[in-house]
Every structure is written in structure tokens, then in C-alpha cells.
């Protein structure tokens, strides 16, 4: 099952606004776990990017122009994230309405919601009344999130796929592993495996390592150990 962890940068918080897709990450998963590919692409907006925005993840309009517009990457993009593949996104809502802007610009159809799996949705259930964004899940799950010094959209993708794993129950989750449960009936009897006697073993020293011995225990007082 192949499934795309996947976020974005943006430069500001509603396209209808006129804000656009400044960065997108996205993670391959493979049954629940990260193959190793990868697609990260940095996007010209066209636009200025507000200081605001510009402060959560360090990407300028100077930075910025020198970059390919969306139109230039969705090919790849799509390419990328396939035509069923499960899209595994926090706080989808958002992302999912600047990448469909983006797609109707240039006449794409939009992405499908049933597609996605929202990871803040399953959070917010299995910890109702406990933060739930991305820093706080690292730190629930002592995942490492040192380097998030500012926002990315790459490294977002990277931490919310461990995040998104130990959501499912832990990275113990998939292996199937059948574990033979002892009965439970209290009437049920016990049956012990017959004992298997042995022959009591004779062991014999030669006359040098009784010698050897001895000689060991000369300066031990009052040994027990000594023979006769």
C-alpha cells in the first residue's frame, strides 16, 4: 500500500486572498514505512512574501524568484503523488485548498478529500484536549525534532511520518506476529512432562591433577576440599 506524507510553505493562509504555495515535501510510504523517496520542490509565487510568513519558514521573495513557478512542477508533482496513492497530511484542510488553487490555475483537476487522511483529525481523537500539532506529537512520541528551527516543508514531512506511524500504534505495528495465549479456563488441568531419570555421572581425576590439587591446598588452613 503506498501512501504520501505531504506538506506545504505558503505565503499566507488563504488562497482566495491571493496567497500561494511557496514549498512543497512530500514522503513515500510503503506499507506504513518510508521507502526513501522523496520529492521536495521550492515554488516562485509571483508575488511578494509577507514578513509574517516569510519568519515560520525563512523563505523570502528574493529567495524565491529564482525558483519555477507551480505550472513549471506540477507535472512532476502529480507524477509523484500518483492517482490513488493515500495523502497523509496535518491539518489537511489548509494545504489541500492552496494545492486545488494552484491546480485550477493551470486547468488541473483538484485533488479527491477522499484521498486524504488528516493526521490533526486522528490526534485530536486519540488525545482529546491535548495539543496536537506537530511539535507536540515529536515530543509526545520523543521524536526528534531539533533541527525544526523553522518550518519546512520537506523536514514537516519527514517528522509527521514517524508521527503519523506511531498514530497507527507504534513502529511495533504490522509484524503479525502470532503469540500463543496460555488458556484461561480455571477448570483446565495441568499436566506435568514426565520426569527422565538419569544415571548419577562418576567423575575421575588422574594421580597428576590429584597431586596438582593437593599442592593448591597445602597453604589453605584446615581445608575441606583436601583429599585423603
Not at 156 to 168: C, G, R
Request: proline letters at 5%; glycine letters at 6%.
Amino acid at each position: 500500500m503506498r501512501e504520501i506524507v505531504l506538506d506545504t510553505e505558503t505565503t499566507g493562509m488563504d488562497p482566495v486572498d491571493g496567497h500561494k504555495l511557496v514549498e512543497i515535501g512530500c514522503v513515500e510510504l510503503e506499507n506504513h514505512m518510508p521507502t526513501g523517496r522523496t520529492y521536495h520542490q521550492y515554488i516562485n509565487p509571483e508575488r511578494d512574501v509577507p514578513a509574517e510568513a516569510a519568519a515560520v519558514h525563512g523563505l523570502t521573495q528574493e529567495i524565491l524568484a529564482k525558483e519555477p513557478i507551480f505550472g513549471e512542477v506540477v507535472g512532476n508533482f502529480l507524477d509523484f503523488i500518483g492517482t490513488d496513492s493515500k495523502l497523509i497530511i496535518h491539518n489537511a484542510a489548509f494545504d489541500m485548498k492552496f494545492i486545488n488553487a494552484e491546480l485550477k490555475t493551470y486547468g488541473f483537476p483538484n485533488l479527491e478529500n477522499k484521498r486524504v487522511i488528516d493526521t490533526l483529525m486522528i490526534a485530536r481523537r486519540k488525545f482529546p484536549g491535548s495539543p496536537a500539532n506537530l511539535d507536540a506529537l515529536c515530543r509526545r512520541f520523543k521524536i526528534d525534532n531539533s533541527n525544526r528551527t523553522l518550518h519546512g516543508a520537506l523536514l514537516d514531512s519527514e517528522l509527521l511520518a514517524e508521527v503519523y506511524l506511531e498514530l497507527l500504534g507504534g513502529r511495533q505495528r504490522g509484524l503479525d506476529m502470532e503469540v500463543e495465549k496460555k488458556p484461561t479456563n480455571s477448570e483446565e488441568k495441568v499436566v506435568k512432562a514426565p520426569r527422565i531419570y538419569r544415571e548419577p555421572r562418576q567423575f575421575t581425576i588422574s594421580d597428576k591433577e590429584k597431586a596438582a590439587h593437593d599442592k593448591m591446598l597445602e597453604g589453605v588452613k584446615d581445608s575441606f576440599w583436601k583429599t585423603n
